[in-house]
């Protein structure tokens, strides 16, 4: 009997996805070169923000609404908590996308916010030292995912369902043939109906000139012990944020969420070298932690204590860096999740039901058309 879909990669898009099509019905295989969750591609570290208010482009709040939804109704089903609303203040001068650019969303889709002056914030939040030219958007469901238990849950659950799944097993190449697709893992074929491709920082391989356009980055998370009590970085008090100064790093971090020992993480967005999966430096050096030393410095300064640890992780970005989502543009039997530059875990949760629409339906009711794969070439 032929497989339904064949799944390459199981990172975050990934088991999202094969969870999804497992409990539709469908006969899955899903293939990954690591063991998942793991640290190699773009989905450790503990922690990733989830925001409705989407600086980024108002097109993306639809899809945010489901996400939330998807990730609640996954946390009831599963007894993990996989989510933890904290708030989130989107902080810079008037005009920075962090600040215009929520607010548009905010505006254009009725969400609820408020926006903050300088003197606001540090009473509210006074670890945050705002300069008297800033604003800050301030978003009460804003808060947390947990993106280790989110890929172990929805793998567990894929599984129960009946999905094959194979780790430590690197697709070599796929291809189209009369069956369906062929894809090649380890010298052995198989051969389904429908293959999806979600392979984070290494979807270019797969991919022939549509992921050529993809460009991998190593993007550092530092935790740091504070130079004041913990207690001032609990989630009751200290908001994820994302912090747009006029000039220099685009920094966001997050509250203690490892209790008093643990550290306060955070992360520059974007900025980092050039690299692939396969040669990026996985260490951390001193001038990694300056940088994120002099972005936190005179703003959240009694956050810049003792340096703890750091990881390396990968953005895989677009030109434009909004996601890659959707058909294959020369194959309706493929289809493609990737190029989420950044910014796509707190998606995932509807990315795996977009992508078990578009195999089970050849549509879905998400909005995806701005995020066409074949946009670039
Ligand atoms: C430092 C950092 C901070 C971030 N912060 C946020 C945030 O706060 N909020 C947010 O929403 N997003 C954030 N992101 C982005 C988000 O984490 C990513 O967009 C998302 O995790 C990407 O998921 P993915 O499934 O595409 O990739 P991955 O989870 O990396 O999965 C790809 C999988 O494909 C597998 N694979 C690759 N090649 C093969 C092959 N040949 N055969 C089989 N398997 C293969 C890999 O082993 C991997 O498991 C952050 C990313 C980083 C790096």
């Not at 962090?98 to 408020?114: D, F, Y």
């Not at 893992?185 to 992921?211: C, P, R």
């Not at 493609?336 to 549509?363: I, P, R």
Request: glycine content about 10%; hydrophobic content about 40%.
């Amino acid at each position: 009997m032929t497989l339904d879909t064949i799944v390459l990669g199981l990172g975050a898009m990934g088991s999202a996805a094969v969870d999804e099509l497992a409990r539709r019905g469908q006969r899955v295989l899903g293939f990954d070169r690591h063991d998942p969750p793991h640290t190699f591609g773009s989905t450790h570290g503990k922690s990733r923000i989830i925001r409705l208010a989407y600086m980024e482009d108002p097109a993306y709040v639809p899809l945010l609404r489901r996400a939330y939804e998807r990730w609640t109704d996954l946390e009831a089903a599963s007894g993990r908590r996989l989510l933890q609303i904290t708030g989130g203040l989107m902080i810079g001068p008037a005009d920075s996308t962090a600040v215009q650019g929520s607010r548009a969303s905010a505006e254009e889709h009725g969400l609820r916010h408020e926006m903050l002056d300088a003197a606001e914030v540090r009473r509210r939040f006074p670890e945050f030292h705002l300069p008297a030219d800033h604003l800050a958007l301030y978003e009460e469901i804003a808060g947390v995912l947990f993106p280790e238990a989110c890929i172990e849950t929805y793998l567990a659950r894929a599984r129960d369902a009946g999905a094959d799944l194979r780790v430590n097993t690197a697709v070599d190449r796929w291809e189209i043939d009369n069956e369906g697709v062929r894809v090649i893992a380890n010298g052995e074929q198989f051969v389904a109906s429908q293959l999806v491709i979600t392979a984070g920082a290494w979807s270019s391989e797969f991919l022939a000139g549509h992921g050529s356009s993809l460009q991998v980055t190593r993007q550092i998370m530092h935790w740091f012990q504070p130079t004041v009590s913990i207690t001032h970085f609990l989630p009751d008090r200290f908001p994820v944020y994302v912090w747009e100064p006029p000039e220099g790093d685009v920094f966001y971090g997050f509250p203690a969420l490892d209790g008093p020992d643990g550290g306060v993480k955070v992360a520059i967005h974007h900025g980092g070298e050039a690299a692939t999966a396969e040669n990026v430096d996985r260490e951390v050096h001193r001038h990694d932690v300056e940088r994120v030393h002099q972005a936190l410095q005179g703003r959240i300064p009694s956050l810049a204590g003792e340096w703890q640890e750091g990881a390396v992780c990968l953005y895989t970005n677009t030109p434009d860096l909004h996601f890659m989502l959707g058909t294959h543009p020369e194959h309706a039997n493929v289809h493609v999740a990737t190029g989420f530059s950044g910014h796509g875990f707190k998606f995932a949760s509807v990315v795996g039901e977009v992508l078990a629409d578009l195999v089970t339906t050849g549509a879905t009711r998400m909005p995806i058309a701005p995020f066409a794969p074949g946009r670039f070439i």
